[in-house]
């Protein structure tokens, strides 16, 4: 029994000494040092490292104190640089669910063929033509080809939105902070290329600059998917955490291509829900589950209501949402279902409801073809408790086209 104990007592030192020795290298790292030398010593004291240590290791970092964004996308990129090749493999029997045609990791992964093939063949070439003659014809070809990488919003949305949050359940918190700035940062530079594309003055090099740092960073996204997150999302989601998410996958919807199949697990897969035969008696009348249901889902808006501990508790789901919304949300916190660069608003707005400044607040936006009326109310009991926030949101263009008047006649 003591050589056991001893044993634990020696395990949990080395876990500890490694544990040491990784934060010193990467302290090193962010403190200025060489990328090249840290590689060094990370290969020479360390060797190979689990997903769950990079997960870790970045979430210490960004718990122990404020890192500027910029800092932060310098960081993750460097963090990539050692981790190539030294990532642990995970054992994994064979007929492993992530290889059957329609689960959601096999479509991910079949996204990142076609986007990695739309960098490689059309992208890259591409620009090449471009930097050595900046024609009308190559720089419409570029056009085209940015316009389909805007595509890769869903793959990442569904990233975000669905393996996120379940991530989150189990205390895996780094790739929602780290991962999610990246894509925000690509997004933006997507949206940037094309810009300079469509309204091309001359600036040659702004556009090589541009794509280049696009295709570089997409490229490390699908590694990073690939060798980090899969793996760790694989490792911690049970099997009816991935069939939900097959499930909601086609309401956000897909990149460049779609599931090879749809997923079937072996077993049985979950239950249908079904509604009880229940009533919920209210103040001024009686409802059943299934009509409650019902009438919040044919109200002309979307509403979503999360708890006074921030967390979301319930969306109506609607035929013609404005936002995409999945089930994945329920139960997670409002500030981890925006991008970390907006998360700052919606703690101001909380805060807000939350000490009584304020009892409601309302914003306005054009999002593709629609006007979008977004109100926010917060909820008090009798007592003036705050109870939570009601989002309410609406296409108020059909509103506002309204002239004249439409009478019931009698």
């Given at each position: 029994m003591s050589e056991i104990i001893n044993n634990r007592e020696q395990m949990t030192s080395q876990n500890t000494d490694r544990q040491s020795i990784l934060k010193q290298i990467f302290t090193d790292l962010h403190n200025g040092r060489n990328v090249d030398e840290v590689k060094a010593h990370f290969d020479a004291f360390i060797g190979k490292i689990t997903v769950d240590e990079i997960s870790k290791l970045q979430h210490d970092f960004v718990e122990e104190g404020s890192i500027p964004a910029d800092e932060l996308k310098r960081i993750y990129a460097q963090h990539t640089a050692i981790f190539k090749g030294s990532i642990e493999a995970e054992m994994h029997q064979k007929g492993k669910p992530e290889d059957q045609p329609g689960h959601p990791v096999?479509?991910?992964?079949?996204?990142?063929?076609?986007?990695?093939?739309?960098?490689?063949?059309k992208i890259q070439v591409h620009l090449d033509l471009f930097a050595i003659e900046d024609t009308a014809e190559n720089v419409y070809l570029l056009i085209d080809d940015v316009s389909l990488l805007l595509d890769i919003d869903k793959h990442y949305s569904r990233k975000e939105n669905l393996i996120?949050?379940?991530?989150?359940t189990y205390g895996i918190f780094g790739p929602t902070t780290n991962m999610w700035r990246i894509d925000d940062y690509i997004r933006d530079s997507i949206k940037e290329a094309k810009q300079k594309l469509t309204n091309y003055q001359g600036d040659k090099q702004a556009v090589i600059d541009v794509v280049n740092y696009l295709i570089q960073e997409v490229r490390e996204m699908i590694y990073k998917e690939e060798n980090i997150l899969f793996q760790m999302a694989l490792k911690n989601l049970t099997e009816d955490e991935w069939v939900k998410i097959a499930r909601e996958s086609d309401e956000i919807g897909f990149c460049l291509t779609g599931p090879a199949s749809v997923w079937k697990p072996e077993r049985k897969g979950l239950d249908e829900e079904s509604f009880t035969d229940g009533y919920i008696k209210m103040e001024t009348g009686i409802l059943s589950l299934k009509q409650l249901e019902l009438f919040l889902n044919h109200l002309p808006v979307d509403i979503t209501f999360i708890d006074q501990d921030d967390v979301v508790r319930y969306f109506s789901h609607g035929k013609e949402r404005i936002f995409a919304r999945t089930k994945a949300v329920i139960g997670r916190t409002v500030q981890n279902c925006h991008p970390p660069r907006s998360v700052h608003v919606v703690e101001e707005l909380l805060a807000d409801f939350k000490t009584g400044r304020k009892d409601v607040e309302d914003f306005y936006?054009?999002?593709?073809?629609k006007y979008i009326y977004i109100r926010y109310f917060a909820i008090r009991d009798e007592f003036g408790e705050y109870m939570g926030t009601l989002e309410f949101t609406q296409n108020i263009d059909p509103i506002q086209a309204i002239n004249g008047e439409k009478r019931i006649l009698f």
């Open positions: 096999h479509t991910f992964k079949l996204e990142n063929k076609e986007i990695d093939k739309l960098l490689t063949l996120f949050p379940y991530l989150e936006i054009k999002f593709k073809d």
